[in-house]
């Protein structure tokens, strides 16, 4: 391992690099904040692969790859004169700080769950008390993390079940509702083609309306599931992940075994194909 002097040596490298990045390449010198995001954004997502994967080498490139992004976003914001590096670690540091009272001060907190509650109170009083407990959640985040944060921030307030067990009665009647308004969708008259998201210009105005509710009740359905995964101490958006490799692992030996036998996808029965599947489950895939 690296000494604190040889881990900041190494940073101050990367910003030297950075500062060259700037003067000397067409690419990195055409960039902007607006331009970088995606980036960013495709970078993370990178990174979250690595940790599901349990790939230490591949976490260790990602975390270089999000570093160099946090980087190049305050070298830009540098050369416009508006803050450096140095203003965002300020930053962050006044933070920790501000919401560890139990660590910075003689507040004390007696578990990790007060910890949890104490930081979302500390979050309110910032800027001077105006923030609000939703806030801090992007609008651009994905709707399952979505949903999961700010559930888990109501939480720090209080506002949560009494009892997690109590929640099976709310995924419940989301159930119930959907299945209501699904009823309702299949019965209106100008129903969408199979192929068609949603309603089309020609769907009728029952069919429509019908739609609308049955998407609400859809979404009032996966945001109580949530809450129940977040109440049971289960990442949600983790335990989808998992579900979608297991789904790509299993189809994928179904597609193969269908190819090796000369054969279509299209051409195979749905209990063929649920028999290939089975040999999958049973392989441990």
């Not at 700037?22 to 979250?48: D, F």
Request: charged share 35%; aromatic share 8%; with cysteine.
């Amino acid at each position: 391992m690296h000494s604190r002097e040889e881990k900041l040596e190494r940073f101050g490298r990367l910003l030297d690099i950075m500062d060259r990045l700037r003067a000397e390449c067409p690419w990195n010198h055409a960039q902007t904040i607006r331009t970088l995001r995606p980036l960013t954004v495709e970078e993370v997502y990178e990174l979250s692969d690595a940790v599901l994967k349990d790939n230490e080498a591949e976490l260790r490139k990602e975390l270089g790859d999000v570093m160099l992004h946090l980087v190049f976003y305050s070298k830009i914001a540098e050369e416009e004169g508006r803050y450096d590096i140095g203003d965002v670690l300020d930053g962050i540091c006044e933070k920790m700080i501000f919401r560890h009272p139990h660590v910075f001060s003689d507040k004390k907190a007696s578990d990790a769950t007060e910890v949890s509650e104490n930081w979302e109170m500390m979050k309110t009083r910032e800027k001077g008390g105006n923030r609000r407990v939703l806030s801090g959640v992007p609008d651009s985040m994905p709707s399952m993390l979505k949903a999961f944060a700010m559930q888990d921030k109501a939480r720090g307030v209080g506002f949560d079940w009494e009892e997690k067990s109590q929640v099976w009665d709310k995924v419940q009647e989301e159930m119930a509702e959907v299945r209501t308004e699904l009823d309702a969708m299949e019965a209106a008259p100008g129903e969408a083609p199979a192929s068609v998201w949603g309603p089309t210009e020609d769907s009728s105005e029952e069919f429509k309306a019908a739609y609308d509710r049955a998407e609400a009740e859809m979404g009032d359905l996966i945001f109580a599931t949530v809450n129940a995964a977040r109440l049971y101490g289960i990442n949600p958006d983790t335990a989808l992940a998992r579900a979608c490799e297991k789904f790509r692992r299993r189809f994928t030996y179904l597609e193969e075994q269908t190819i090796r036998k000369g054969r279509s996808l299209r051409d195979l029965t749905l209990s063929e194909m649920d028999a290939i599947w089975d040999e999958a489950k049973g392989l441990g895939l």
